[in-house]
């Protein structure tokens, strides 16, 4: 897998050459051939892609962990799709009857089901440490700002919400495929995984002001940010140096994903990420 994300034209598929299509054997072909997509449901093996964009993203960084891609009738790229979808041996179901068991208000015109996976973050790259992420959206925007700023390694602290959850897939817009990531049940386990990694935990009350951090030196760093009600516990202070965004008195917080938007952006521009 690539260790830089490739930005995507939504306008065109321009399929890249990241996978070259290996043999599927009969029996799997026929397990393929005959899924269909049930309501999702945590423990299940496999989930879903929800709509055109995140299935192509799926299609072009992790083909082998497609079992199926399902077109829906109103979709006018069909053709390119089920192509692309041909050329790599997946096989394609079309027909409206299984969006309507799966999504019943929003717009979806294609969805692939796919493979649970795992991908460790590597220990030569730069983290995001996520310490119990509660909402799928706020996750997903996450996931997806993690890849624009080529900081795709990412570690999720405790119980969270759930990455392979439709909803988050779709708010990070595929991008979760382009990344590599883990859940740690604590931060020790992740620290254990990981002592090398210089600490930045984000805190109101951070000793340093992200606009400064003349100290910082080390591109193998970890950026903390904590639960979107409660934030980091007191303790993460000791974890590292503890940075403050600075903010104007109009608002006393950023909500979760504008402050990991702001403070990835100022390390990766600060190492050459982006």
């Known amino acids: 897998m690539e260790d830089h994300y490739t930005a995507i034209k939504p306008q065109s598929l321009g399929f890249a050459a990241y996978y070259t ?47 199926k891609v399902f077109i829906h009738s109103a979709f ?14 997946i096989p ?7 969006f309507r068991r799966i999504m019943q208000k929003e717009n979806v015109y294609a969805a692939g089901v796919f493979d649970k996976f795992e991908d460790p973050p590597r220990p030569d790259r ?30 999720i602290i405790g119980t969270a919400a759930d990455i392979f959850h439709p909803k988050t897939i779709r708010a990070s817009m595929g991008a979760l495929f382009r990344l590599r990531f883990a859940v740690y049940g604590s931060f020790g386990e992740y620290r ?50 503890a940075v403050r965004i600075p903010q104007s008195a109009l608002v006393d917080s950023l909500n979760l994903p504008v402050a990991v938007g702001v403070g990835a952006y100022a390390f990766a521009n600060k190492y050459g990420l982006v």
Request: contains cysteine; charged residues 20%; glycine residues 10%.
């Open 92 to 98: 394609v179901a079309r027909g409206d009857e299984a």
């Open 21 to 67: 299509p290996g043999k599927r054997t009969m029996s799997n072909y026929k397990n393929y051939k005959t899924e269909i997509i049930k309501p999702y449901k945590k423990e299940h093996e496999t989930s879903y892609t929800c709509g055109a964009f995140a299935t192509i993203e799926l299609l072009r960084a992790r083909p082998e962990l497609l079992r």
């Open 192 to 241: 254990q995984a990981f002592p090398r990694h210089e600490c930045y935990p984000f805190m109101l009350g951070g000793e340093a002001l992200l606009a400064v951090l003349e100290g910082a030196g080390n591109p193998l760093f970890a950026l903390i940010f904590g639960n979107e009600a409660r934030g980091l516990s007191p303790e993460y202070a000791a974890a590292g140096r």
């Open 126 to 155: 730069a983290h995001i440490v996520l310490d119990s992420p509660a909402d799928m959206g706020n996750l997903g925007t996450i996931l997806r700002t993690a890849a624009a700023v080529n900081i795709t390694n990412v570690a």
């Open 76 to 89: 006018t790229d069909s053709d390119n799709l089920a192509g692309e979808c041909a050329r790599l041996g």
